[in-house]
């Protein structure tokens, strides 16, 4: 029970310390996402209506380029002209850019690298102070301590 009541004298007395951590581990880890060149990627989707009858949808994905992605699409639209397939309408497309990697990744492992050093920085910090009272003591009253 005594090393949980350490715990909550530790918490209570540094919270705004490791909320401090917590917070510049999560601006570290956004700070370190912004400054990575992210591959943009492209993905297409087009509906296509053959013959007025049947309907069906192609989706391209992971496009390095725009063009490339819709150009795909085109080629699936000339090979259905090239079969005969009659009349093929190409009624909706839409393209989407996107980032090949999150946000919140980076976030999350930064804020724990961070909130991991500051509790250890309070316990390293704590072990000191305590190790400079007791000197202090031990000077004061001009006795060495044990292995000195």
Not at 2 to 15: D, P, T, V
Not at 76 to 98: C, K, N, P, W
Not at 101 to 111: A, E, F, K, N
């Amino acid at each position: 029970m005594k090393g949980s009541w350490l715990y909550y004298y530790y918490l209570r007395r540094w919270w705004r310390f490791l909320l401090l951590g917590l917070a510049l581990g999560a601006l570290a880890g956004s700070a370190f996402y912004l400054l990575q060149d992210h591959k943009i990627q492209w993905d297409v989707k087009a509906d296509f209506k053959v013959e007025g009858v049947r309907e069906f949808r192609v989706v391209t994905i992971n496009h390095g380029s725009e063009k490339s992605a819709i150009d795909q699409i085109n080629s699936v639209r000339d090979e259905l002209i090239a079969q005969g397939s009659g009349a093929v309408d190409m009624y909706f497309t839409s393209t989407v850019r996107r980032n090949s990697t999150s946000l919140w990744r980076p976030i999350v492992l930064g804020t724990f690298v961070g909130g991991a050093l500051s509790v250890v920085w309070v316990f390293f910090w704590g072990d000191f102070l305590e190790y400079r009272r007791h000197r202090k003591h031990l000077e004061s009253t001009g006795t060495q301590g044990p292995g000195i």
